[in-house]
Structures are given as C-alpha cells and as structure tokens.
C-alpha cells in the first residue's frame, strides 16, 4: 500500500512543479506582448533625428575684407571674392546657370589676398548648347558636382585689382556665415520648410504631418538648388514660388544634415504609407 502512494505523491510534486513553469512562462509571454504592443502602438519609436558634428571655432580674423563682397568683371567674365571673420572664403567665376564656386581659407598680408581653396561646386554640361554662344557658352543642363579638392586661385590686391582699369567693386554682403550650401541655395527666402537645411528634425515633429507635407518638405531642398522635376505638378509648384531650374541631378550640391533629414523624412513617409 505504502509502496503505490509513493509514486502518487512524486506524481503530484512533477505536477505542482510544471504548473509553477507554465506560470513563469505566461507572465513572461505577457511582458513581451506588452512591449509589441507598446511598439506597435508607436511606430516611430525606433526612429532617431540626425547628429550634427561637431566643429571647433578657431579665433575670429579681424581685416578690411571682413564681411565684404570684391567683384570684377572682364571680357564677359565675372569674379566675385566673398570674405568672412572664421577665415573662409567664397570664389565664384561666370554666372548661377554655369556655376563654378570655390570655398576654403584665406590669408591677409597687407593688401594681398591668399587663397588655399579645399572644394570646388561646379555644374557639369549636360545637354545642348543654348546659342547664342559666344565667350561663354550657357547649356540646357547641367549635372552638379564637387570635388574635395580644387586648383588654385591667384592672389589679389584688393587695393590694385587688375590694374587702373579693372579696379575691384566692393559690396557688404550681408552673408550670415561661411556656409558653402546656403550659399549655393541661394533661395533659401522663398522657402517655406527651411529648417530641413538648418537643424535636425526630430520624428516626433514629422509623424503629425501628412504624407503630402512630407513630400514637399523634402523636395523643397532640391528646388532650392536648382533641380529641374520630372514630376510636372511638383515642378509647377516650386516654380510658382520662385525657385529656378537648370540641373538635373542637384545631389552632390546637398550638405550631410540635408541628405540625413531628407532620409528621416523618407522612413517617415514609408510608415504612413503602410
């Protein structure tokens, strides 16, 4: 008798011990639909705003060409020297519809100007020429590119200019800072989204908006660069507001906050789509 009940009560331990499993095993199931739950619920959840690296400021160079725009312009060419407090310049040579703009760090020496250019934006001919055609030649498109490095710039006196014939004209120009994009955006007035080039978004500002919102947002940065839309309605719309077109890929143009903000903005747009 005693021999059968032994047996019986090692059966009702193994019992009561997988009903403390199944236990674990359900609360532990339950915490986990908990957090699928808490993620579907916020689909945006995963998503993080862009980083901004950081740079050093160096001390503020103080000269007469601080803050003021030196042009000249010979023989259906045109030079403009852009210069700033941070020891940056701004080159551009001819006009927007054929860019070539120079960026880098300057030096003074009296009233001689040095040059150490470290990248050059530029519009590649893509496309017929539109006649007439003289000393410079203005093409239907253009593709926009930027090379790390770039040649070299001749010294200016900014006193002497090119001689007594060709003294420089001298502007203030008014320019908030060194930034080579704003520069090249040139639009940034008309714009109505310009914190896309200016700041990290954050998806918690994003996911309120509408998908159409969201598409104009990101577009706009192109337009602001010259970018010639195959989408007819998205081409007529930024034209309405003022933006020119004279290049059919824009992209080498883009700062690295633009490229990161406009690619939060796509992820955005794919979970509304969903």
Known sequence: MHKKMIPLAFLGLFLAACAGEAETTTTTTSSESLVQTETAADPYAHLKAPELPKKEQGPKVAHEVVGKHYAMAYASTFESYYFFDDGRFIYTVNSDYIPSVKTGNWTARGNKISFKPDAHYYGKPNGPIIPPCGSICTYADYIMEMKSSSSAIDPIDIKEGQGE???FEVYEHELKSSDIHAF???????????EVSNRPLQPSELKNKSLEELRLMRNEVFAAYGYKFKDEVLGAHFKAQGFESHSSDVT???????KDNIALIK????????
Request: glycine share 0%; proline share 7%.
């Open 252 to 258: 080498a143009f883009l700062s690295p906050l633009e």
């Open 184 to 194: 090249l955006r040139a639009k940034d007035s008309k714009r109505t989204y310009l």
């Open 165 to 167: 014939e060709l003294p």
């Open 267 to 274: 992820k955005v747009e794919a979970i509304k789509a969903k």
